[in-house]
């Protein structure tokens, strides 16, 4: 026989959006349960995004894991547009109302959310197996999984499904939803590399070979990026391989791209998904469980702490007024920016990337790269997309 536990909030995943969640709840008063079916240490390691919005450093300020962020993080107030042999600065903050970047790993986000939770004595279940989610139409919808052997059912009001793109919370309400999706013909393999940056700030590259990405870690780490195509084999790029293609796509005279040994690498598929809606009874999707965008953008983790901002302002007004129009407004109001991301990270990603033969596409590419280094305009708009747009959503249009 199952142990019954009881929360307020199940939270299925222990990724930024569940954990971020979590810690914006109990700053409120809200108790949670949050469920990982992965070991801490996989979760700990796991390498992704390392770009933060200005909104998502306010963020976890707000749910009290801002210390270390601010002490090792590092502020960028520009980008680089790199084509024709050229390479031009973008001011982000400039453009931007003063609103800037953060350079902070989002691994890092994910052991401060973890250690705050632990430290505060939260519900954090590592490792769990058979989970599903039942009931979700009703006013007690339940979580059933297995830990250490023993099976439990977690009894709730909510259930926030913050378990990626290959979690069980979106299939259980698949049939209430609409899939919007585009996959790449190309990937990304990148690399950490133990070697300082050779740019103080990142550098998009377009180039005829494929596009390339100088970004960071750390001051003393590189985070380097080629455009590959979409099957290709890790096995095919040898360490010397992968620095001969970078020095060809980032060669800019009078300046040399440092090398240094190769800590980890890998390849990342190009895909663009949303669902449509993002919640059904009491379930509510955020983050990749809900939509996925190219990392041209940086918008991955952004999105999906902004996603469980609204959910944990819906929930914190639902339980201290009774008043569900949050919750009701939940999916519209994350959809309205997840679109406005979606378009931003295609077009970031179809003007950057080489996408086949057709001598026209790299006249239109050149055209808007130009315009984008001689208008103020149009270099606004990018900055303004790029920094993040506010987390208060009332500052989009209605959909």
């Not at 299939?171 to 996959?183: G, H, M, N, T």
């Not at 790029?237 to 791209?257: K, M, S, Y």
């Not at 090398?259 to 663009?272: D, F």
Request: charge should be negative.
């Amino acid at each position: 026989m199952s142990a019954t536990i009881r929360t307020q909030v199940a939270i299925v995943g222990a990724g930024p959006a569940g954990l971020t969640l979590a810690g914006l709840l109990a700053r409120a008063g809200i108790e949670s349960v949050v469920l990982e079916n992965r070991s801490r240490e996989y979760v700990e390691q796991r390498i992704r995004a390392g770009l933060l919005e200005q909104g998502t450093v306010e963020v976890l300020d707000g749910a009290g894991v801002g210390e270390r962020m601010h002490r090792e993080g590092i502020v960028h107030h520009g980008l680089h547009l790199q084509f024709a042999g050229e390479r031009h600065r973008i001011p982000l903050s400039d453009l931007a109302a003063g609103r800037n970047i953060v350079i902070y790993g989002q691994t890092e986000v994910v052991k401060d959310l973890i250690q705050a939770r632990l430290q505060a004595g939260l519900p954090l279940r590592f490792e769990v197996d058979d989970v599903s989610v039942h009931e979700i139409d009703s006013e007690r919808p339940r979580v059933r999984f297995t830990h250490e052997g023993a099976p439990f059912e977690l009894e709730c009001d909510v259930i926030a499904g913050c378990d990626g793109f290959h979690g069980v919370c979106r299939p259980a309400i698949e049939k209430q939803l609409q899939v919007f999706s585009r996959d790449y013909p190309f990937a990304w393999l990148g690399i950490l590399a133990a070697v300082p940056p050779s740019s103080e700030e990142l550098v998009y590259v377009h180039h005829d070979r494929g596009f390339a990405l100088l970004s960071l870690r750390s001051p003393e780490r590189s985070r380097l990026y080629l455009q590959v195509p979409a099957d290709e084999r890790l096995e095919a790029w040898p360490d010397e391989r992968i620095w001969e293609e970078l020095q060809r796509r980032v060669a800019l005279d009078g300046w040399t791209l440092a090398e240094g040994a190769v800590l980890e690498k890998g390849i990342t598929g190009m895909r663009s998904f949303v669902v449509e809606p993002m919640a059904h009874g009491r379930l509510f999707l955020a983050g990749d469980s809900a939509h996925i965008v190219p990392p041209t953008g940086a918008k991955g983790l952004n999105l999906a702490v902004a996603d469980v901002t609204v959910l944990a302002d819906a929930l914190i007004d639902w339980y201290a007024s009774g008043n569900a129009a949050g919750l009701a407004g939940y999916s519209e109001t994350c959809l309205r920016r997840v679109w406005r991301a979606e378009h931003f990270s295609y077009w970031m990603t179809s003007m950057l990337h080489r996408l086949g033969d057709d001598p026209f596409d790299l006249q239109i590419q050149l055209s808007q790269l130009r315009y984008l280094v001689s208008s103020e305009a149009a270099a606004r708009t990018l900055a303004e997309n790029y920094v993040g747009l506010p987390v208060n959503h009332s500052a989009l249009a209605p959909r």
